[in-house]
């Protein structure tokens, strides 16, 4: 039986590659031509070390030299002495240049549906040539039809036959232009994929789920895979837009809410009508201070720089040094 196993870098690339029931995780990725860093193969010098983000392992042997029980409890392990239970994700400390690692690959799709879901926001759904391995919360870019454009959207669903892409909808933008008016079933495109190093980890303990604008897009990819996993920890996912109209999505969030036991929403615009009955403002207003400072959690943001940049100044300010951040900084294009 071979279980799937996912190395991301520094340099926000992600390489698939299978291991062998029993297999030396070293072994099967150098069998799969990813050449990671090693020296003694002893478990003595640490060369090969990474950190397991997701899934089962075990070490048959670690020198306390080169893994202090502080790096074992925080699931750093040795390449060199892992084998998989599960299928798994591993993050390395360096670029994948490092391992002669190749590249994001380029995939072919077409167009299966594309819907306007909000007055900002299209959904863009595409049906794959050939399968694409990815971790949710990552993203491609995607080349626009009839054109030598090119735009990086996260991925709105976990991986699959189809993906998704919520996509801000700008007045006189190449990809906006093309979904407004030229959109058709069948049509084809190139995405290069996968990109990023903002993805879901192994989940411990409570999730802070924060998203700003189509930044929500990532998020659902998030949620999509902790219902197929059956999450047992609590989930609070913040959706921050201007207003009203920018809200999306609003019936698959009400279907995480009945399949996650501990999930609860918080929409927060920062420029509603009068009328809004809601919480307004910005997010940090309307984060539970109280609640995190008895807990450890780990908090994913995306949206934009200064969102997240104002999530982790809040963070700083308020010294919840038991909040773990994760986030993804995305600009829109104004073209």
């Not at 193969?41 to 306390?64: F, I, L």
Request: proline content about 5%.
């Amino acid at each position: 039986m071979n279980h799937k196993v996912a190395f991301s870098f520094a340099d926000g690339k992600t390489l698939f590659f299978p291991v062998g029931a029993g297999e030396i995780l070293l072994d099967a990725a150098l069998r799969n031509g990813i050449k990671i860093p090693l020296d003694c193969r002893e478990g003595v010098c640490g060369t090969c070390q990474g950190r397991c983000e997701s899934g089962d392992y075990t070490q048959d042997y670690v020198d306390d030299e080169a893994l202090s029980s502080l790096d074992l409890q925080q699931r750093k392990m040795l390449s060199c002495q892992t084998r998989v239970n599960s299928d798994a994700a591993f993050y390395f400390d360096f670029d994948s240049s490092l391992c002669n690692a190749p590249g994001p690959v380029l995939v072919g799709a077409s167009v299966s549906h594309v819907q306007q879901v909000s007055a900002s926001t299209a959904m863009l759904t595409l049906r794959l040539d050939a399968p694409l391995d990815f971790l949710p919360g990552q993203y491609a870019r995607l080349q626009v039809p009839g054109t030598d454009s090119w735009r990086s959207y996260s991925f709105a669903n976990r991986p699959g036959e189809q993906l998704q892409f919520l996509i801000r909808l700008l007045p006189d933008g190449v990809m906006s232009n093309y979904l407004r008016e030229r959109c058709q079933v069948g049509d084809r495109l190139q995405l290069e994929a996968p990109l990023g190093a903002f993805y879901l980890r192994h989940v411990s303990q409570p999730l802070v789920l924060v998203a700003g604008g189509t930044g929500l897009s990532a998020l659902l990819g998030m949620l999509d895979q902790l219902v197929d996993n059956g999450c047992e920890q609590p989930v609070h996912l913040y959706y921050g837009v201007r207003s009203a109209e920018d809200l999306c999505e609003a019936e698959r969030i009400k279907a995480y809410a009945r399949r996650l036991a501990g999930f609860r929403y918080t929409e927060v615009l920062s420029n509603p009508s009068p009328e809004w009955p809601g919480k307004r403002g910005y997010l940090t207003e309307h984060f539970e201070v109280a609640q995190w400072r008895d807990v450890s959690a780990d908090m994913y943001v995306c949206g934009p720089p200064p969102m997240v940049e104002s999530i982790q100044q809040w963070l700083l300010d308020q010294a919840l040094d038991g909040v773990q951040l994760y986030y993804e900084k995305f600009t829109q294009s104004n073209i």
